[in-house]
């Protein structure tokens, strides 16, 4: 797929516990697309917000580009952490099948998390990790758009969604978004 407008960002993915396998959409996208680089975690067998959300911020702060996050499961946790507390140049970010907050014991810390910039959560209706109408209510909470992606599962390498062409088209959704987004200049300072 074309993706207009890729080489003016740095584009983040940012996996979920265990990291994406070779068979997840996030690795197929990655090698699609080689200018997506892969956020690194320590330990993906432990997922820690506060230390996942750092290692985060850190790989945030190494440029000046305008940024994109292609976040999956604990790491749409890790991202509405790290990126609404800490400036940068983010300017949106494609958060799919998030992790439910509660589950991890994270909600008190999440629930006032916004992000400024334009941002999708997309949810499965048979999602074992969040039901579809709790990652509505955590899109809404968040300020981000909302697509039910229908029966997907976790929208992982399990769900057999190969390149996943429709996360691709809201991914190319995104980047029309990101183009015409004017962040704000406190945001950026």
Request: hydrophobic content about 40%; overall charge negative; charged content about 20%.
């Amino acid at each position: 797929m074309n993706l207009p407008y890729l080489s003016e960002y740095r584009v983040l993915v940012v996996p979920g516990l265990h990291g994406s396998e070779e068979a997840h959409w996030q690795t197929r996208w990655e090698k699609m697309y080689p200018v997506f680089e892969r956020v690194q975690q320590d330990d993906w067998a432990r997922p820690e917000l506060p230390r996942w959300s750092q290692r985060l911020a850190q790989v945030l702060e190494e440029s000046d580009q305008p940024t994109l996050i292609v976040a999956h499961s604990f790491g749409c946790l890790t991202t509405m952490h790290a990126a609404s507390r800490s400036r940068s140049n983010l300017v949106g970010t494609l958060l799919v099948a998030p992790a439910d907050p509660e589950k991890f014991a994270v909600a008190d810390i999440l629930c006032d998390a916004r992000l400024p910039c334009p941002s999708i959560v997309i949810g499965s209706s048979n999602d074992p990790w969040m039901a579809s109408h709790r990652a509505a209510y955590w899109a809404d909470r968040w300020g981000c758009g909302f697509l039910n992606a229908g029966a997907r599962g976790h929208i992982n390498a399990e769900s057999g969604l190969g390149d996943w062409e429709q996360g691709l088209q809201q991914f190319r959704y995104l980047l029309d978004m990101a183009h015409a987004f004017v962040p704000d200049s406190n945001y950026l300072a």
